[in-house]
């Protein structure tokens, strides 16, 4: 498997957005689109063109990306998950992917796309 290019982000505080996406253009990687919600991302996804993506676990109004994380993994595109809180805050259906901790650093960011491949 090649290292993913094509970078979704679901991220639901727009300065965080635009620093991650500062951080893939300096990695090389293509941000495939964004998104602030569970229903942008579910209707970016069916769009298609992403081969991974890097998802807030606790998106505005206590939404979880769970759905997301769903839908990525039924169509086999890989994901991080990026949270401050601890590994008890992902769903256990998700344990097994990388994990993106808060504050994000470029560092952290190269690595955990790194750990998909």
Same mark, same amino acid.
């Given at each position: ?10 991220e639901d505080e727009p300065l965080i957005a635009m ?15 964004? #998104?602030?919600?569970? +229903?942008?991302?579910?209707? *970016? ?5 992403? /081969? +991974?993506?890097?998802? /807030? ?17 039924? !169509? ?12 008890? #805050? ?6 097994? *992917? ?13 690595? !955990?796309? +790194?750990?998909?491949?």
């Amino acid at each position: 498997m090649t290292a993913p290019q094509h970078i979704l982000l679901v991220e639901d505080e727009p300065l965080i957005a635009m620093m991650l996406e500062d951080f893939l253009d300096i990695l090389g990687k293509t941000v495939a689109g964004t #998104a602030d919600s569970v +229903a942008d991302a579910l209707a *970016r996804i069916e769009q298609g063109g992403i /081969d +991974a993506a890097i998802l /807030d676990v606790n998106l505005r109004g206590g939404e979880k990306s769970w759905p997301v994380a769903d839908a990525l993994s039924a !169509a086999g595109i890989p994901f991080v998950l990026a949270t401050g809180g601890s590994g008890d #805050a992902v769903a256990p259906e998700h344990r097994d *992917r990388p994990v993106l901790p808060k504050p994000f650093t470029m560092d952290g960011v190269e690595k !955990a796309l +790194a750990e998909l491949g």
